[in-house]
T-cell receptor, first 112, second 113 residues
Framework: DTAVSQTPKYLVTQMGNDKSIKCEQNLGHDTMYWYKQDSKKFLKIMFSYNNKELIINETVPNRFSPKSPDKAHLNLHINSLELGDSAVYFC???????????FGQGTRLTVV | DAKTTQPPSMDCAEGRAANLPCNHSTISGNEYVYWYRQIHSQGPQYIIHGLKNNETNEMASLIITEDRKSSTLILPHATLRDTAVYYCIVSPDDSGGYQKVTFGTGTKLQVIP
């Protein structure tokens, strides 16, 4: 079983559309994260949730809205997609802050 | 957050030990040193972590200096599959605080046949 799974793996969409990326972890972890890796390969944290509660919100446009229906899921919804949103988005989870993080395989988003 | 400094790239001959350095001079007493790697465009993979003592697992060894201001990740017998970007990060222990885990630019290790 995959520990942290993201869907879809690839997403191509037009500017202005709204899209969602789903993430699920079956590890029983308390904390989940979204990271963005742009073309320069820099991994930047976007959000972190602990037991469905938002604990980290970096300077991310409010077009990005994370949603955590339960502690095993952290979905990322993006409104009004822009060209600059093209990147690989990684979901991750940890048991507690500061412990080993498990990452999903990423979602490559391309906005055209 | 404590910042880390790593060389941007390194080469290593296949079968030889790869020694990847990391400076973390502003690390605080309750912060662990973690190493992750990212192979091509896959998700980052945990390798090892430590606080003060040297650590070893099936993947690698971690050597932390006594003053904790720097560390070295050692891959004892590098293979071509170890070609990846290696990230050294510092992160607090389970203190109940919520601090972000921040990746730097890492070291791109190229294992050469």
């Amino acid at each position: 079983d995959t520990a942290v799974s993201q869907t879809p793996k690839y997403l191509v969409t037009q500017m202005g559309n709204d899209k969602s990326i789903k993430c699920e972890q079956n590890l029983g972890h308390d904390t989940m994260y979204w990271y963005k890796q742009d073309s320069k390969k820099f991994l930047k944290i976007m959000f972190s949730y602990n037991n469905k509660e938002l604990i980290i919100n970096e300077t991310v446009p409010n077009r990005f809205s994370p949603k955590s229906p339960d502690k095993a899921h952290l979905n990322l919804h993006i409104n009004s997609l822009e060209l600059g949103d093209s990147a690989v988005y990684f979901c991750a989870s940890t048991l507690k802050q500061g412990t080993e993080a498990f990452f999903g395989q990423g979602t490559r988003l391309t906005v055209v | 957050d404590a910042k880390t400094t790593q060389p941007p790239s390194m080469d290593c001959a296949e079968g030889r030990a790869a020694n990847l350095p990391c400076n973390h001079s502003t690390i605080s007493g309750n912060e662990y040193v973690y190493w992750y790697r990212q192979i091509h465009s896959q998700g980052p993979q945990y390798i090892i972590h430590g606080l003060k003592n040297n650590e070893t697992n099936e993947m690698a060894s971690l050597i932390i200096t006594e003053d904790r201001k720097s560390s070295t990740l050692i891959l004892p017998h590098a293979t071509l599959r170890d070609t990846a970007v290696y990230y050294c990060i510092v992160s607090p222990d389970d203190s109940g605080g919520y601090q972000k885990v921040t990746f730097g630019t890492g070291t791109k290790l190229q294992v050469i046949p």
